[in-house]
C-alpha cells in the first residue's frame, strides 16, 4: 500500500509568543525535522506544507527528502494545508496519513502500527489513533476514497468532518497514554513536555 504522511506545517505558531513550536528541539533537532525523519523511517513518502519557501522551516528541512508545498493562502486555516496537500498526492497514493507536526511523541513504531491497521483493514476508510482511554487524536490515516472530499475543507477545523461522515468505515489504533492527543501549542506545554521527557530519561 503505497501511504503517504502529511505534515501540515504552514501554520503561524501565533501562541508561541514570538517562538516558532515547530523550530523548538526535539532530539537535537528542530522538531519539524524530527518529525519528517520519522516519517522516512516508517517507509512513507512525506509531504511537508510551508508558509513560503523562504521560511526557517523550510531551511531546517535541509538535505531530508520530503517534499515541500508551499501554501499561498496559510492564513485561512488547516484546510488550505490540507487541500494543497491532498490535491499534489501522486495518482498510486493508495493513503494519506495526516500529522500535526506538534506532536513530537508520535513516533515511527506509531505510524507502522496505522499502516498495520490499515492493512488488516481493508473495509476501514478512516484509521485513527487514539489514547489509551480510546478518545480519538491523531495521526489519521485516510483511504484514497476519500481524497476528494479534502477539497471541500474550509476553515481551521481539518479533517473532522470527513471523519465524521464516515464513522461507521472507522478503525481506532491505541496509542500509549496520552500521545494521540498531545500538541504542544505554546512555550508552557513545551516546557511540560521536555520536563516530562527529563524525567523519563529522553533528555
Known sequence: MLTALILPAAGQSSRMRGRDKL????????????????????????IVTLPDENHPRARALAEVPVRRLVVRDAARGMS????????????????????????????RDD?????????????????????????????????????????????????????ARHAQSRVLVPLAGQKARTDLDTPEDWAVWRAAQTAQGGG
Open 80 to 107: 488550505e494545508s490540507l487541500r494543497t496537500a491532498m490535491a499534489a498526492l501522486p495518482a498510486a497514493t493508495d493513503a494519506a496519513i495526516v500529522l500535526p507536526p506538534d506532536m513530537p511523541d508520535i513516533n
Open 111 to 163: 505510524l507502522t502500527a496505522l499502516i498495520a491497521m490499515a492493512g488488516e483493514s481493508p473495509g476501514a476508510l478512516v484509521v485513527q489513533a487514539s489514547c489509551a482511554d480510546g478518545t480519538p487524536g491523531h495521526p489519521v490515516l485516510f483511504r484514497r476514497a476519500l481524497f476528494g472530499e479534502f477539497s471541500t475543507l474550509t476553515g481551521d477545523l481539518g479533517a473532522r468532518d470527513i471523519i
Open 23 to 46: 523550530l523548538e528541539d526535539v532530539g537535537g533537532q528542530p522538531c519539524l525535522r524530527a518529525m519528517a525523519l520519522r516519517g522516512l523511517a516508517a517507509g512513507l513518502s512525506v
